[in-house]
């Protein structure tokens, strides 16, 4: 069974930073494109970031650019975001989300339960 | 970017009613538009995939169809447990934006 699990959320005060995992099991972990999207308190959606399955490849939301670091250990089966200078606007539950595709075709089919970051003095 | 508009933003229907949401791209994405369902508290859920495909073990009630930049999804036949909020998605060009949302309520 896929299973993705976030941790690593919490209260942060403004201009701190947190460090996000996602344990991955029940698939081959190195094989597969990973992302991290957010949802603000009872807002939408926002996809965040993209790490390729060796980690080569790696784009961000402007929205975080030069402030997120996505990264991935395939060997220890996880995700990584390491989230620097964080702003009130940060504050949102944050998950992890495996990447297939058929063909051409890229989508998110498995998630992870999202663990929820706070930023607040 | 791409910008995806959903329409509407939300609905009220009745158990056994026909649905359907729209979504927009702001330029064409050929057939790359995903749906999901998300229930409050929960991870969403991959409901449809490259505009038309039904996710495994999703019900058929569910269909997606469009393309260029004009998405529907429709629910045949609305069952209780349909009642959620809906996302599409365009996975033609990074980022993969997300539309708004549809809150599906009950009437």
């Known amino acids: 069974e896929v299973q993705l699990v976030e941790s690593g959320g919490g209260l942060v005060q403004p201009g701190g930073s947190l460090r996000l995992s996602c344990a991955a099991s029940?698939?081959?972990?190195?094989?597969?494109?990973m992302n991290w999207v957010r949802q603000a308190p009872g807002k939408g959606l926002e996809w965040v970031s993209y790490?390729?399955?060796?980690?080569?490849?790696?784009y961000y939301a402007d929205s975080v650019k030069g402030r997120f670091t996505i990264s991935r250990d395939n060997a220890k089966n996880s995700l990584y975001l390491q989230m620097n200078s964080l702003r009130a606007e940060d504050t949102a539950v944050y998950y992890c989300?495996?990447?297939?595709?058929?063909?051409?075709?890229?989508?998110?089919?498995?998630w992870g339960q999202g663990t929820l970051v706070t930023v607040s003095s | 970017d791409i910008q995806m508009t959903q329409s509407p933003s939300s609905l009220s229907a009745s158990v056994g009613d026909r649905v359907t949401i729209t979504c927009r791209a702001s330029q064409s994405i050929s057939s790359y538009l995903n749906w999901y369902q998300q229930k409050p508290g929960k991870a969403p859920k991959l409901l449809i995939y490259?505009?038309?495909s039904l996710q495994s073990g999703v019900p058929s009630r569910f269909s997606g169809s469009g393309s260029g930049t004009d998405f529907t999804l429709t629910i045949s036949s609305l069952q209780p447990e349909d009642f959620a909020t809906y996302y599409c998605q365009q996975s033609y060009s990074t980022p993969h934006s997300f539309g708004q949302g549809t809150k599906l309520e009950i009437k």
């Open positions: 490259a505009a038309s």
């Open positions: 029940g698939f081959t972990f190195s094989s597969y494109e």
């Open positions: 790490i390729s399955s060796s980690g080569s490849t790696i």
């Open positions: 989300a495996r990447e297939a595709a058929a063909g051409t075709f890229l989508f998110f089919d498995y």
